[in-house]
């Protein structure tokens, strides 16, 4: 009788909790403070780099107390500026050329999209994430190690633009661009606060 009462109760607590859209198992959901929160973006080309900013429209890490166990971020695409040139000297084009078609084409695709699919614990602040990163509305899978303490998190990505049908400049599609090649790889630098 008494294995059937607490039956019954957990049934009730359970059958509460749906009706309610509550998971008893969800964690907690810290918002990230997207105007504290920078991503940084490297391209390398056969001649050196370029880097600058992509500005967090919105994000959130979901934790179960002090582990990370998930993440989702959207990034304002048509924010993109280039850092390492100075006005006049390059930067409104090459800023434009990113926006364009041939990179992220921001006039149709404002946005892109990441949304943690499974975070491993390595050490006590250190997690091995996989996610799914959508840009131009294609959405591959990707790896990347992140690293979290008090209300910061950091982690750098490495992606394969021409995954997401970013084609200029590749040299797996030309072999004619010699010293005017693009590197398939760039890196993103983020360092969030929430």
Known sequence: MKKNILSA?????????????VNPIDGEKKTVKTTESTVTWKGYKFAGSHEGKIALQSGEL???GDK???????????????????????????????????????????TSKLVFTSVKATGKNS?????????KGITKAVSFDISVYGSKATA??????????????????TDTLKDKAIYD????????QF
């Open 9 to 21: 109760v957990f049934a009730i607590v359970v059958a509460t909790a749906a009706t309610a859209g």
């Open 62 to 64: 979901l934790f179960d």
């Open 68 to 110: 990370l166990t998930g993440g989702e971020f959207v990034v304002d695409m048509a924010s993109i500026t280039v850092g390492d040139l100075a006005a006049g000297q390059g930067k409104e084009k090459l800023e434009g050329h990113l926006k364009a078609d041939d990179f992220f084409g921001t006039e149709n695709y404002a």
């Open 127 to 135: 997690y091995d994430v996989t996610g799914d990163l959508t840009i």
């Open 156 to 173: 750098t990505l490495k992606v394969d633009r021409t995954n997401y049908d970013i084609h200029y400049g590749s040299t797996n599609f």
């Open 185 to 192: 790889e760039f890196d993103l630098v983020v360092d969030l």
